[in-house]
């Protein structure tokens, strides 16, 4: 019998910028409102990031991430998976200051240091509003997104045996499969264990089917399917095609306005719920079952809604 499907949702992000999209949550009054609206819709993740509320730009502080983690936890029974990614430039510090504050059931990990080029949006004509969008593009023309092994290591020990976290596994080429089996053999990463294969982005893996298929491959291969949780997500255009095949090839999915901000061809996402609706229908037309926040906490041997610190 088919395992249900855990939906993701990575509400905000650090990718996309205020001009971009109106419908982007900043405010932590509008990431707060988005994210139980997409649990509602029936994400039972919520991958979170937090925003400085004047002008939009991705920020580590814990404070932001204060505002809105308490009204979540008291509005639904999501998942909380805290980013460890943060926004680019950021210190591998500041990237974890809400999660070390928060003590969250899950965090984000990223596998591996990796270039991580935005520019090419710069060759859209955006009236930017804020000065700081075209630059914040720009700057990763020449930027490599560190993910040592020691900074991994590091995440691993402080997040994870010191505050009981579980993590999702944040696979953007073929090579982080290999270095998760590394931790894996060190004894650092036990089962079961969530693996999210990222596809898309320039600087990682393209996102052609053959490669998903590929990485499936591999990942049974390297950890064997019984003992990990396998996650889609594809970046812009190829989203909701990609997670769609996944989930047809057994696999949990992720969506969200970090991802991709259009909910189809030319249409922009007037919300989060909007894509986890889009995705949930597609799940169930496909006979397949959303899984419940309860049954993803089994899943993934959570420690509990009640073990947080906000």
């Not at 707060?32 to 993740?45: L, Y």
Request: glycine share 10%.
């Amino acid at each position: 019998m088919a395992k249900s499907v855990i939906i993701t949702c990575a509400v905000t992000g650090s990718i996309h910028t205020p001009t971009m999209s109106e419908h982007l949550p900043i405010t932590p009054n509008e990431i707060a409102t988005d994210a139980i609206a997409a649990a509602e819709a029936g994400a039972s993740i919520l991958h979170l990031h937090a925003r400085n509320p004047e002008d939009g730009s991705p920020t580590p502080s814990p404070d932001v991430f204060m505002e809105f983690l308490p009204r979540i936890k008291q509005s639904t029974d999501a998942v909380v998976n805290i980013t460890t990614g943060g926004g680019h430039g950021m210190t591998l510090e500041e990237r974890c200051a809400g999660a070390l504050r928060a003590s969250p059931e899950m965090t984000s990990l990223n596998m591996g240091s990796m270039n991580f080029g935005l520019y090419p949006i710069l060759d859209k004509p955006y009236d930017w509003k804020y000065e700081w969008e075209p630059k914040y593009l720009e700057m990763t023309r020449d930027f490599i997104f560190r993910n040592t092994f020691k900074d991994i290591e590091w995440v691993l020990k402080e997040l994870g045996e010191g505050h009981g976290v579980r993590f999702e596994f944040e696979c953007y080429d073929m090579g982080h499969l290999y270095n998760l089996a590394h931790f894996v053999d060190r004894g650092l990463v036990t089962p079961p264990f969530f693996v999210q294969t990222i596809f898309g982005i320039l600087g990682g893996i393209g996102a052609d089917i053959e490669n998903l298929a590929h990485m499936r491959r591999i990942a049974n291969k390297l950890f064997g399917e019984e003992n990990y949780e396998w996650s889609i997500l594809a970046a812009g255009r190829h989203q909701m095609s990609f997670v769609t095949t996944g989930a047809i090839l057994g696999g949990n999915v992720r969506v969200g306005l970090e991802d991709s901000l259009y909910i189809g061809k030319g249409e922009l996402a007037k919300s989060n719920g909007d894509q986890v609706a889009k995705i949930r229908r597609i799940v169930e037309d496909l006979s397949l079952e959303v899984a419940t926040p309860v049954e993803a906490r089994e899943r993934l041997a959570l420690k509990g809604g009640d073990q947080v610190a906000f």
